[in-house]
């Protein structure tokens, strides 16, 4: 229990909560709501989006996959940044002067089809809730670890901040909190990686053992681990334990003295896999070997250079890069983001902006995950590595500064699940809102509730490990599905509906299984647990090529529209063929000139400028 | 269009003199042949649009493929050459320098690189139409 990270998260509860009551001033119809009046500049969305597309598994996930698994981590910053460039190469520009408002919105837009339109918002809302979840864990684990609060009252305290800022001002207020957590996140991971660096090079542990060294790290000083969870620890080095409580380890293979000393007694820990038990309380001496958690990389050479290891870890790797850079395209709450951009020059320019201040964040988890190994090492015994940015402060600095820095990092993460919860609620409530229940906005605040039950529900009843890899489904998944259909869709003029269908059905499908059955199985290593945790080598081109070939089978239906969307989504904006889609009757007609929006001079304005 | 002497009496200082513009000059312009064409989806239209999505789809996949040429050799290379994780730079093996640092600026060059091209063409078709 730290009184200064509950203090800095509670200075960040009231900001956002500050941030979004003045926002919401004048914030009434449904085009402020769902779209910020269209009228975001290309700086202030670029923030925003950065500021929402940063969530745990950035701020917290990166760091704490690192620890555990070394430089094949640095690929989920990479992936999450090349995604964007994905987005400005084939998807800004043309989606947002498609002109349409959510995904299944474009879906209609392009194919002139309601199927495939219900079938995009199941697939949207399935995808958000995917994000939703692991975000809603961390912020729970992390609560919990920081403040002393229990695991559910932190997952609610975020849910009912995120649900005020949404239900307040919807889109405008949103935008604007989350142009100011892309600074709070910022800040919050770049001071303390520079404190704590110069903190590193002055300090010289005397058992601090070399990453290059073919030995796994090891304990600074006595060491007190709690296992939460069950967990299988490989064991590289031979060392006594202390058990203080709880059950306390058991060999799976390998010799082990002592074993079944039960509480209050020592075990000799072989080499070996063992298993320890929820609720085991062990010590480790000073200077002792770490155990690690089997799914880490034990020693420290093979943690810091790329091993020549078993060729299905390369498959992992290719599949990782395809689900981040394709998968970011089809990610509800980046997309939605674009829309509020007022022309598509200006969407594509967003992502560009995006793309370099993702880039500059992006630099110092690395650092965070690098410091981590020599002073929490005790996170590979637990397996809860992404505790690592919480817990290297204090670990490094005795006494206030460490607490403070502490708060620092406790407060970024902090920001980091409230922009991006908002963001999937927002784009998932506007999404079911355009599609189910249009009309009056009591019903957008109706469904915005609505939407948040069963992914909290869902954080409530487990709790989440990685939040990186659980994140990475949702990329998978959106890969799977949306790449196929927004980049023919923008680019292929054959592209028809029940191409579109097959695509959005197999791909969508396809992740379905492998997650399924990957749950089924649990954990294992080889080819298979490859395919299943890391799907998206195979789905994607499996979808991408079943769109291709049923819109070739059903040629004759291309759509009779095609032309005339084309002739929108890739002329300049200048020629002022641009045409909103009305979002206050769902899927009524659109508008089609300034005339209907006369009441509001600043539109009226904007229109008339982009016409000429 | 002066405003200066006709102000009300009262004020005691008149006005700075404002430049007022009644109507943009470009809006006031007549609709250019071509925009109608591109409205009517002629055939000359319709070929201008495709040109315009090919150029832009040309440029795309370019950047698209160097790019992935780029990152996608990086897992092969540091697997199979190992020379390269025995390297040194300021006492940090290379290959964090290579997935670490590297990638954030080569990305951020191809989207410049892209958002110029894209815009470029855009420009070029700007040029047809107003002709």
């Known amino acids: 229990m730290n009184p200064w990270a509950l203090g800095g998260v509670a200075l960040i509860a009231v900001v956002t909560f500050a941030l979004a009551m003045w926002g919401s001033r004048g914030a009434r119809t449904t085009s402020d709501f769902l779209l910020a009046r269209r009228m975001v500049g290309v700086e202030r969305n670029a923030a925003a989006i950065a500021g929402e597309y940063l969530s745990a598994a950035s701020f917290l996930g990166v760091a704490g996959l690192l620890l555990k698994d070394g430089i094949e981590a640095l690929w989920y910053p990479i992936g999450y940044t090349a995604g964007y460039l994905a987005l400005i190469l084939f998807v800004a520009a043309p989606l947002r002067r498609s002109g349409a408002y959510t995904l299944p919105d474009f879906a209609q837009v392009r194919l002139d089809s309601t199927r495939v339109r219900a079938v995009s918002t199941v697939l949207v809302v399935l995808i958000g809730w995917l994000y939703l979840v692991p975000q809603l864990q961390a912020a729970g684990v992390t609560l919990s670890t920081v403040t002393g609060i229990t695991y559910s009252s932190g997952i609610l305290a975020v849910a009912v901040i995120v649900l005020a800022g949404v239900l307040s001002g919807g889109m405008r207020v949103v935008t604007l909190v989350q142009a100011f957590q892309y600074g709070i996140k910022l800040f919050a991971i770049s001071v303390p990686v520079f404190v704590l660096f110069f903190v590193f090079l002055g300090q010289d542990e005397q058992h601090r053992r070399g990453l290059d060294e073919p030995v796994p790290p090891a304990f600074e000083r006595t060491t007190t681990v709690r296992i939460e969870t069950d967990v299988r620890l490989r064991v590289t080095e031979p060392v006594w334990v202390d058990v203080l409580s709880g059950p306390g380890p058991e060999a799976l293979d390998g010799v ?357 | 269009m002066t405003t200066g002497r006709t102000s009300s009496a009262h004020q005691q200082r008149a006005p700075r003199r404002k430049r007022v513009v009644l109507a943009d000059r470009r809006g006031s312009r007549d609709v250019p042949r071509t925009i109608i064409d591109l409205e009517n989806q002629s055939s000359m239209g319709e070929a201008m649009i495709r040109n315009l999505v090919r150029a832009q789809l040309r440029s795309s996949l370019w950047l698209a493929a160097i790019s992935a040429a780029f990152l996608g050799a990086l897992p092969v290379l540091l697997r199979y050459v190992p020379v390269l994780s025995e390297i040194r730079l300021f006492g940090i093996p290379l290959p964090w320098f290579l997935l670490g640092v590297l990638p954030f600026p080569f990305i951020l060059l191809i989207g410049y690189i892209g958002t110029r091209k894209a815009e470029q063409h855009e420009r070029e078709f700007m040029d047809m139409v107003d002709r």
């Not at chain 1, 038990?277 to 810091?304: H, K």
């Not at chain 1, 509020?340 to 964040?361: D, E, I, K, M």
């Not at chain 1, 989440?464 to 003029?493: C, E, H, K, N, Y």
């Open chain 1, 256 to 612: 082990a003295d002592s074993e079944g000393a039960g509480s209050g007694g020592s075990v000799y820990l072989t080499e070996g896999i063992h298993s320890v038990r929820a609720d085991s309380e062990l010590r480790f001496p000073e200077g002792s070997a770490v155990p690690a958690v089997a799914d880490a990389e034990p020693d420290n050479r093979s943690w810091l250079l790329p091993q020549s290891g078993d060729s299905y870890e390369l498959f992992e790797t290719y599949s990782l890069m395809l689900s981040t850079f394709l998968g970011t395209m089809g990610l509800p709450h980046v997309l939605m983001r674009f829309y509020t951009n007022p022309t598509g020059q200006g969407a594509r320019r967003t992502s560009f902006v995006v793309l370099g201040l993702l880039g500059v964040f992006y630099l110092f988890p690395t650092i965070f995950g690098v410091l981590s190994r020599f002073y929490v090492p005790q996170l590979l015994v637990t397996g809860n590595t992404d505790a690592a940015v919480l817990l290297l402060p204090t670990a490094m600095l005795q006494g206030w500064p460490g607490e403070l820095i502490g708060a620092v990092t406790a407060a970024g993460a902090f920001a980091a699940f409230l922009s991006t919860s908002s963001g999937l609620v927002m784009s998932v409530s506007s999404v079911l809102f355009t599609d189910l229940l249009p009309g009056k906005l009591g019903n957008f605040r109706l469904i915005a509730l609505g939407s948040c039950i069963l992914p909290v529900a869902l954080a409530l009843i487990a709790i989440g490990r990685d939040i990186s890899q659980s994140v990475g489904l949702a990329f998978a998944m959106a890969a799977s599905t949306f790449f196929p259909l927004l980049v023919l869709g923008i680019w292929w003029r054959k592209l028809t509906a029940a191409g579109a269908m097959g695509g959005l059905v197999v791909g969508g499908g396809l992740v379905l299984i492998a997650v399924l059955t990957g749950a089924f199985l649990g954990d294992g290593y080889g080819w298979w647990s490859a395919v299943l945790l890391q799907p998206a080598a195979f789905t994607v081109p499996v979808a991408f090529v079943v769109t291709v070939v049923v819109s070739k089978l059903t040629g004759r239906n291309v759509p009779s529209g095609t032309g005339r969307v084309m002739l929108r989504m890739h002329t300049p904006d200048r020629l002022g063929f641009l045409r909103d889609r009305s979002v206050d009757q769902g899927e009524a007609a659109e508008r089609v000139s300034s005339t209907s929006r006369g009441g509001r001079g600043r539109h009226r304005l904007v229109r008339a400028r982009r016409r000429s």
